[in-house]
């Protein structure tokens, strides 16, 4: 499978990953991805970088080493209802956000509001992907998540920092499996992200992509391969963005 691309990535200003936005670029060049996305984690999580940190990419080069940069931002949804921690005023700001359940910043809940919560986070405009849905911490059903992302035009990601056996979120695969059974009957689109907090994990999708292939997922509902597939998703990749040479 071509894959081209890594859009879940943290530097040190995240407060617990190991390389800066230049060190993880040029990781991702020295890979041959065609396209980096880098995405700190929203200013709720414990050590992310202050709201004011989202507000000024416009100083930071549309490309290095090569390679398309995109800057984002993984938010937190905090609640049932799919609230987040960065109101429109900077998600505006970036090229895109993924939305995500983390452990310090959201309430326990049942399987109906840990679906709602993403759901509810799905109907924020701004939010593009919903980061590891496959956490046994929070259980969702997956029939609903799958065809609320078709619904409202959000990627789901497979994360493959998910399936390393050493991660904390448990129940990874077998969470997938019926995930992406369900993105099959609905044809929802997934994208491959690598969660990686240090530039050696950048574009690290193996796991991942293992998973995809064992399960005959279809090639053509994984955003990775194509850049013509991802500017549906985000407006800043479209027009002459996709067509420059290069890419």
């Not at 414990?46 to 080069?61: C, D, R, T």
């Not at 309430?107 to 046994?136: C, E, F, L, Q, W």
């Not at 998910?162 to 929802?188: D, I, M």
Request: hydrophobic fraction near 35%; charged fraction near 20%; include cysteine.
């Amino acid at each position: 499978m071509k894959d081209i691309m890594d859009l879940h990535t943290h530097t040190i200003a995240s407060g617990h990953a190991y390389n800066t936005l230049y060190e993880m670029a040029q990781a991702a060049s020295e890979k041959k991805l065609t396209l980096f996305g880098c995405t700190e984690h929203g200013p709720r999580m414990g050590g992310a970088p202050h709201e004011l940190y989202f507000i000024n990419f416009k100083v930071i080069p549309s490309h290095l080493y090569g390679v398309r940069v995109l800057m984002g931002c993984e938010l937190n949804i905090l609640d049932c209802e799919g609230h987040v921690d960065l109101t429109p005023y900077y998600l505006r700001k970036m090229d895109y956000a993924i939305a995500s359940i983390h452990v310090p910043c959201y309430p326990r809940a049942s399987v109906t509001g840990n679906t709602s919560a993403m759901v509810g986070a799905m109907k924020n405009p701004y939010v593009k992907i919903i980061g590891h849905p496959d956490d046994d911490r929070f259980p969702i059903d997956h029939d609903t998540v799958a065809a609320a992302a078709k619904e409202h035009h959000v990627l789901l990601e497979v994360n493959n920092s998910s399936l390393n056996p050493r991660s904390s979120r448990k129940g990874a695969r077998e969470n997938y499996c019926s995930l992406l059974e369900r993105c099959v009957h609905y044809h929802t689109p997934v994208i491959m992200g690598s969660d990686a907090h240090v530039a050696a994990d950048v574009g690290n999708h193996a796991e991942a992509q293992k998973l995809l292939e064992e399960l005959h997922f279809p090639e053509e509902l994984i955003v990775n391969t194509s850049l013509e597939k991802l500017a549906e998703y985000i407006p800043s990749l479209n027009g002459n963005l996709v067509h420059e040479a290069g890419f």
